[in-house]
Structures are given as C-alpha cells and as structure tokens.
C-alpha cells in the first residue's frame, strides 16, 4: 500500500469536506484516516489516503488534488508519505 498526506487549510465554508471527498472518491483514492478541526473560523484538515492506483502516475494525481484549492478556497497539498515521514523528523 503506498500512502499518502493530504493537508487542506483555509477559511471555512461550507462544503470544504464534501468536495474533496467527492474529487477522492471519483479518482478511487481510498481515505484510511481523517481529522479536522475549526479554529476561530479558519478550517483544517489532514488526511491520509491510499494511492496504489497511481504508483506511475504520482504527480499527474497530485496535480488534481492540489488543484482543489481553487475550487474549495483552501490550500491543498500532498506528499507522499516517506516524504512527509522525513520532513517531520526530529
């Protein structure tokens, strides 16, 4: 399984959940897990995801989901795990 962290932080409003969900869910990108939270109006979420399906295609898939932010007025980003793992070490 090859996974992935999807961030997503912006002003809240409504929809913001649903519409990624639906761009995940439409590309078969399963979420394994989930948070979110609102702090004084601003949103954030992170989640990770499942992205076997685009072993060979990785950044064609990054390209869309972060292409996101312009329809939900949030910033989104991915990065692969091993990615991530490795920035956040101490």
Do not use: P
């Amino acid at each position: 399984m090859k996974k992935a962290v999807i961030t997503v932080v912006g002003k809240d409003s409504v929809g913001i959940i649903a519409k990624v969900c639906t761009y995940l869910a439409e590309k078969e990108i399963n979420i394994l897990d989930i948070s979110q939270t609102i702090v004084d109006g601003f949103f954030n979420m992170m989640m990770i995801v499942d992205v076997s399906a685009y072993d060979d295609n990785y950044q064609e898939m990054a390209d869309g989901v972060e292409k996101l932010s312009d329809t939900i007025g949030c910033v989104v980003k991915i990065q692969r795990e091993e990615i991530f793992d490795s920035m956040n070490r101490i």
